[in-house]
């Protein structure tokens, strides 16, 4: 009888075939897995970047809140390397250039704030070059910045938006344009705030100025500057009125802290590199598109909707009084700081010669009780206000402003013309009409003055 086939062969040979077939399946099961998760991976982070460029989080009108919402180190990254396109190029460089024999070219930090806007469409229309920069930040609310950004961009000024505190971004502008002037306006403002978010302050005040000065020091030619400082650093200082060469080392909040080191590094800017720079201390400048964190425009906000307002005493009840000083005043002053600007005397981080440093008060020269301030609300908005006396909480504010501007006009002529009534009906106006608020503001002839300070 003949013995049965060995098949013990063909059976090892089809078990190690279906044993390579299930290891491949494996291979490319796990494989396939893999290129899956990172497939999703990538989706995630590409959804997550967008919300996180296209929705900020939430943040109210309240200036109250714990911290800003800046664009975060990957969305500025981004937006940097977007902007090196040459249609951006071609934006930078159109606004930047003069329309006038020997204009300026002047890139203005914080265009779309309220001086800053202000000065970029008037530097704008007598024919100089203008680009702007702002991080249009939510410490009071972003869509009045970017209304105001529409306005400068009918007055062909085109906004830059970067941080103060990133180099490439600054480093490429200057790479493009060869600015002959700064006019450096971006800066923390409020003094209550700091109390809440101090970091904010350091952040912008301090750094961020620091980080424009060594870009400035480097580029070729060094432009000249003319910056925002406030009358916050003469804080306890009692002698009245404020003059340049009262002592400043008293500061009463941190936001005039921030504003005082800023004076101390101009001078150390100007006495190693020879940037000429002009600092020039703001008083209490009010009118329209203003800021939202200022008592006059709150003010008039509650008072039109029927709510309460605090009107604050000093300590031992006297009056608190401001040097309010009209927009247009404050504009009139910043122009004339740069016009008389000398060249600064540095070439590429080195200094060749003794450079111009000035500081200036730009202030009314007439102070008014804030009571007298609503009092003047109350006339152009023909409505009783529900005041609420208490006193001055101690949280940075001082009782008392009065400028002395002999310095300012000795050397570009500054001359403030605007009185309080006057201001701010100009003021009133605007906001009614921005707000589309149905009513009627008083006429200057029938607002009551009776007060010296407020006579043309």
Request: no cysteine.
């Given at each position: 009888m003949a013995s049965p086939p060995d098949t013990s062969k063909t059976l090892k040979l089809e078990r190690y075939n279906?044993?390579?077939?299930?290891?491949?399946?494996?291979?490319?099961?796990?494989?396939?897995?893999?290129?899956?998760?990172?497939?999703?991976l990538l989706i995630a982070l590409v959804v997550i970047l967008f919300f996180t460029l296209n929705y900020p989080p939430f943040s109210g009108n309240n200036p109250n809140h714990a911290h800003l919402h800046h664009r975060n180190f990957l969305s500025a990254s981004l937006f940097t390397s977007t902007a090196g396109g040459a249609a951006w190029e071609k934006q930078v460089r159109h606004s930047s250039t003069p329309k006038k024999p020997n204009g300026l070219s002047v890139l203005v930090t914080g265009a779309a704030g309220f001086v800053g806007s202000h000065c970029s469409i008037a530097l704008r229309k007598r024919g100089d070059g203008v680009l702007g920069l702002d991080n249009f930040n939510s410490y009071y609310d972003p869509s009045l910045k970017r209304a105001r950004q529409n306005l400068l961009l009918k007055n062909q000024v085109f906004i830059v938006e970067g941080d103060l505190n990133d180099a490439p971004l600054l480093t490429k502008l200057f790479d493009i344009v060869p600015f002959t002037h700064?006019?450096?306006?971006?800066?923390?403002?409020?003094?209550?705030?700091?109390?809440?978010?101090?970091?904010?302050y350091v952040s912008s005040n301090i750094a961020g100025f620091v980080n424009l000065l060594e870009v400035a020091k480097t580029a070729n030619p060094q432009p000249a500057i003319v910056w925002a400082s406030s009358s916050s650093v003469y804080g306890l200082n009692s002698k009245?009125?404020?003059?340049?060469?009262?002592?400043?080392d008293q500061p009463a909040s941190l936001y005039a802290a921030t504003k005082k080191a800023g004076e101390e590094i101009a001078h150390t800017y100007n006495h190693i590199y020879g940037l000429s720079l002009t600092g020039l201390r703001f008083f209490t400048v009010y009118g329209p598109w203003g800021r939202p964190d200022m008592a006059y425009f709150f003010f008039t906000k509650d008072i039109l909707q029927g709510k309460p307002i605090d009107v604050y005493q000093t300590q031992d009840k006297k009056e608190v009084a401001r040097d309010f000083t009209y927009i247009d005043d404050v504009v009139k002053g910043c122009l004339g700081a740069l016009d008389t600007a000398e060249k600064s005397t540095g070439s590429g981080g080195k200094k060749k010669g003794p450079a111009q440093l000035r500081v200036y008060n730009l202030g009314n020269t007439s102070p008014v009780p804030v009571a007298r301030l609503v009092s003047i609300l109350e006339g152009l908005l023909s409505t009783k206000a529900k005041k609420h006396v208490i006193k001055m909480p101690r949280n940075g504010d001082v009782p008392y402003t009065h400028a002395n501007v002999t310095l300012a006009f000795r050397d570009f002529g500054y001359k403030p013309s605007t009185d309080l009534a006057t201001g701010l009906r100009k003021f009133v106006k605007w906001y009614v009409d921005y707000h589309g608020i149905q009513t009627r503001v008083k006429k200057e002839s029938d607002v009551k003055t009776g007060h010296p300070e407020e006579s043309a």
């Open positions: 279906s044993y390579i077939r299930r290891l491949h399946s494996t291979k490319v099961l796990n494989a396939s897995s893999k290129y899956l998760f990172r497939a999703t700064i006019l450096h306006l971006a800066a923390q403002a409020g003094v209550r705030y700091a109390m809440q978010n101090p970091q904010s009245v009125p404020f003059s340049e060469s009262d002592r400043t």
